[in-house]
């Protein structure tokens, strides 16, 4: 399916076909959502549970002004990594010391938005937990859940999904529900075919042998450009007479769906069924050349994986999805991709199946490994791949050879870059106890490990860890590797207080990379050099080091990392008394600022200080009071030096000021969020913030608003407010009338929007 580019935040995919029937169903969750803010869709597989939750959110994105999100967790096979899924889905950018929930309260804390969980039955546990502490935390947010059972937590509403009709709903004469969906698909496939008095007992027939399932009928629907209706009725027959072996205590609709999937199979060409079920292994989907790498063996010749590929989309085994301009993915469903999982292990071939996956995964992942820095402003060859990656991880956790660390050590490289580090530590911690993987790459494990520790500031296992990749390649003699292992080593050192170590180190590194063609690499040592040097107090060697590396840092792909090396260059020029230089290269880092890598409190405390210094006290002090907010969400800690500067600063400002007028200063920096202290850097103009609006309610009707966004039915709320039931429909109906309101979720959006300041912050 293509995504649709919104015009509102959130991400749902495109919906490309006709939805057909379940009208009293889209009615139903409209009046839930207006009393719920949790509801869970169940029903077997096939039922059209997935469908049905993006038709009505597609149709329903202006109830929620801060985006409509699907996320789809099929694939996901570890509910520990659920989380985190879900913040990649959303694009949350996470703090290193964030747990994944924590940094989704944090970003929906405020918001108004939809969240579609597809498929959770496989992790119903960890869906249960994920979501209370979602609506706990955060009163704006609606969670629409597809599962084949419910999650069982308070508040959730259970809405079972049917199969489709397969008869005329009121005796009007109309088509069945099941029969139009046969008939709209059939359609596709060729535009002539329509109902008529003559093939209208037949397909009745096979919609009623398919029990309604709407991915059952799909399939059959598909094949009627290669079958005669009566043709496929037959074939059904057959298919469903060997069901009579199937266990008795398996649900009749889950055997219908698999006897749908079986004749369908039955269909395919050999090609076909090899390439099915060998793709199978792919449980993140894949591309062509993901699918010619691990599905080109004999009997199937890569120049075939093409076609064979595109006919089963044809055929709805495989789905198409356009991720970005000119890039598409393919996935299998997941009952067809456990279905040819089966097929793959009676066929003899999971292990060289999985083997080829293994060995593609690995190509990808060494550009990654010898990368000079992993955001590059372009994709990854490992874009994507995070599911297989783990499929592969597992396949091979009982070999004792390279291949199982560095696919660990790859999937850790992306995870650290995206901010989402800490749920790979075990896997990366088990991956070096491994003692069948080679030197060379241990070492990498170790660098991977060592940087993922600098980011959690533990500098001791970092320097440990780091200490140990430096051995290992000075006995290989790898140059390039052993001066990117000085260089996450010196790191350490230098946060340890060990600074004339770590400045040895990067003198070593610049040198081994002055003598390679590496220029981002080479740059970037530069810079971690020219910072030590710059807090050493020896500012002409860190000038002529930071002029060296400068041309690199305008480059696309480190577009990323300028807004530090311009925060680095503002503090040279603040050492060396350039007041005008220091506030240009500041102002310009701040224009800069890249959410992905904040530097936002050095950039607000190095303006301060260049505030402070040149008689703009009162700005010196908000902007103090702005960056020790952000500090404190972010749990950052200044350097002692910068520290000390920043406090000898701050005292000058205060010294030039009434106290009346440093504490409103204070006050007023205090509340400001980050986006908005940047634009004050920028624009220099203070407006006082806005008095709050007056509240048009009274204390009880305000309480009662906010059990109202909190979720909680009529009843609920009348036990915590100790009133009848009767008496919070008349409360709530002051509250609509006094507001010009109409729906529950109205009143939630309002108290969301007119919350304290006190709430509003992220602590």
Not at 191 to 218: K, M, Y
């Amino acid at each position: 399916m293509v995504p649709v580019a919104a015009s509102k935040p959130g991400k749902l995919p495109a919906i490309v076909d006709a939805f057909v029937g379940r009208g009293p169903d889209l009615a139903e969750l409209t009046r839930l959502a207006d009393t719920h803010r949790l509801v869970t869709l169940t029903g077997p597989g096939g039922v059209g549970k997935s469908r049905l939750a993006l038709e009505w959110a597609a149709a329903n994105r202006p109830r929620y002004p801060d985006g409509v999100w699907f996320v789809p967790l099929a694939s996901t096979g570890d509910g520990a990594l659920m989380g985190r899924v879900i913040a990649v889905a959303l694009e949350v950018k996470r703090e290193v010391w964030e747990s994944p929930e924590d940094a989704l309260a944090r970003r929906l804390a405020d918001q108004q938005i939809l969240l579609i969980l597809d498929n959770c039955e496989h992790l119903i546990d960890e869906s249960a937990r994920l979501v209370g502490v979602l609506r706990q935390r955060c009163p704006g947010l609606t969670v629409l859940v597809t599962s084949r059972e419910a999650l069982r937590v308070r508040g959730e509403v259970v809405v079972r999904v049917e199969p489709l009709g397969l008869a005329d709903p009121a005796g009007t004469g109309t088509q069945a529900d099941a029969v139009r969906l046969f008939v709209e698909r059939a359609s596709e496939r060729v535009p002539a075919f329509a109902l008529t008095p003559q093939n209208s007992p037949t397909v009745s027939t096979i919609c009623a042998r398919l029990d309604g399932l709407p991915l059952a009928i799909e399939l059959a629907a598909r094949w009627v450009d290669v079958l005669s209706l009566r043709e496929t009725l037959r074939r059904l027959d057959d298919r469903f007479a060997l069901l009579t072996l199937s266990p008795r205590d398996v649900d009749d609709r889950h055997r219908s769906l698999r006897a749908a999937i079986e004749w369908s199979h039955a269909l395919l060409s050999p090609t076909e069924k090899v390439v099915l079920r060998r793709l199978s292994v792919l449980p993140g989907g894949f591309d062509f050349a993901g699918a010619t790498a691990v599905c080109a063996a004999a009997p199937v010749p890569s120049g075939e994986i093409f076609g064979t590929v595109t006919a089963l989309v044809a055929k709805s085994l495989v789905s198409a999805t356009e991720v970005s301009a000119d890039v598409w993915r393919y996935q299998l469903a997941e009952s067809v991709r456990l279905f040819a999982v089966e097929q793959l292990i009676d066929s003899g071939e999971l292990a060289s199946t999985n083997q080829r996956m293994t060995d593609w995964l690995v190509r990808l992942a060494m550009p990654v490994m010898h990368a000079p820095y992993l955001s590059t402003g372009g994709a990854s060859p490992l874009d994507g791949e995070d599911a297989n990656l783990l499929a592969a991880i597992e396949w091979s956790r009982d070999r004792d050879d390279d291949q199982h660390v560095l696919l660990v050590t790859a999937l850790v490289a992306g995870w650290i870059e995206n901010r989402y580090a800490r749920e790979g530590a075990d896997l990366l911690d088990a991956a070096l106890s491994r003692p069948g993987a080679s030197p060379r790459v241990r070492s990498l494990a170790l660098h991977m490990a060592a940087q993922l520790a600098n980011l959690w500031g533990d500098y001791g296992q970092a320097a440990r860890l780091g200490g140990e990749a430096v051995a290992i390649q000075r006995r290989l003699g790898s140059s390039p590797a052993l001066a990117r292992a000085l260089n996450v080593w010196a790191i350490a050192q230098d946060n340890l207080g060990e600074s004339p170590a770590a400045r040895t180190a990067l003198r070593e590194c610049v040198a081994i990379l002055g003598m390679a063609d590496d220029p981002m690499r080479l740059a970037m040592a530069q810079y971690n050099l020219a910072f030590n040097l710059l807090k050493a107090g020896e500012l002409s060697e860190a000038g002529r080091l930071l002029d060296q590396a400068a041309p690199a840092y305008g480059l696309t792909g480190a577009r990323s990392r300028r807004p530090i090396f311009l925060r680095t260059l503002g503090l040279l020029a603040l050492l060396r008394d350039d007041l005008a230089g220091a506030e240009r290269h500041f102002l310009q880092a701040a224009r800069e600022t890249d959410p992905a890598h904040p530097v936002e409190e050095e950039v607000l405390e190095g303006l301060a200080v260049v505030s402070a210094l040149s008689g703009r006290a009162e700005r010196a002090v908000r902007l103090v009071a702005a960056a020790a907010e952000a500090r404190g969400r972010r749990r950052a800690v200044a350097e002692p030096w910068w520290q000390e500067r920043l406090d000898a600063a701050a005292a000058r400002a205060r010294a030039q000021l009434p106290e009346e007028v440093v504490a409103s200063a204070r006050a007023a920096g205090r509340v400001l969020e980050v986006e908005q202290a940047l634009r004050y850097d920028l624009d220099d103009a203070w407006s006082a913030p806005a008095a709050p609006e007056p509240v048009p309610l009274t204390g009880r009707e305000r309480e009662g608003a906010v059990l109202v966004a909190r979720g909680l039915t009529n009843r609920q709320i009348a036990r915590e407010l100790a009133v009848s039931e009767r008496t919070v429909e008349a409360l709530l109906s002051r509250v609509r009338g006094k507001l010009g309101l109409a729906t529950r979720a109205q009143i939630a959006g309002w108290v969301v929007e007119h919350r304290t300041p006190a709430r509003r912050r992220m602590d």
